[in-house]
């Protein structure tokens, strides 16, 4: 059997339900490619993309069509599917257990030189403007870093591991081997205490620490983890602060932030119940004027920043 895959985010992250996907399939002995119109001659075509807003177009083509990601399943671009009549779809809200628990296609794409995988799924919190809660729901153990590890260097998708015991086991033995992380959805600064302040000392990050504070609520919280993980030889420089950016009045806490020593990297808050990019000009400017190291040290009154558009 062909099967064709199709990334429509293209974004520098690689798609991990579709190397998963890959994975599957070319174990059943199966050929995998990326769908190219034409070259490609699928028997069935597996779409995904992440975002709302990601543009997509069907496939002119009488394979089976399968559709994936939060992109197509949170949303009503099924709406928009229903109109197209000359392929047959389906849609997954989530890959089959099987497929889950398979060990990637690192080869889909050969140009990265680490593994990616969960250990954890869902998270303890329901912040308000994120999707996490609503598609994966409570928090859970989901498989051992052994399933996905095949490089030295991992990415954690994880969104709340400190949140999970069996995470924080994990951890524990990933802090004993010579395995780089790097937690990319960032680690709760409301759970950094003592304890896993400690042992985020004792793993070997491959970039920052990546923390989050989103709200003014909870930059004490922030505060508190910063010397946590001081206390345990943690410099303040190695973190990286995620801070959602709303608007101006979001200006003051990621000063805030930066007294404290650590990264803030500004996140223009995305509606995903949306369409297309949401963003304003003014959050745009922001996140540039923040996200810009060169510019942001030398410049930390935003109404002096000469790069914005919005004056
Ligand atoms: S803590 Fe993070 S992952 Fe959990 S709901 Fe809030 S923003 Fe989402």
Redesign the pocket.
Known sequence: MKISLIDYDKTRMPNLALMKISAWHKAKGDDVDFYEPLFSNPNIIYGSKVFLFTKFTIPNTTAEIIFGGTGFTLNKCIDEMTKVDKCSFGLRAKLADDMEHICPDYELYPNIDYSMGFITRG?????D?????KKEGEIRFNAHINEFQRHKKVVLLD??ILACKEGINELEAISKTDTKIDIN??L?SRLIDKKTAKLISELKFIDNIKT?C?SDKQFNALKIAVENLGSFGVKPYRILVLTLVKSEKDIPRILEIDKLGVKPFAMGYIDYTKKSDCRTQIVKDICRWVNHKAIFNTCKDFSKYIGRKTK
């Not at 998270?123 to 912040?127: G, L, S």
């Open positions: 998270c303890v919190r329901n912040c403007f994120c999707i996490v809660p969104n709340n959805q960032g709760d989050a989103d």
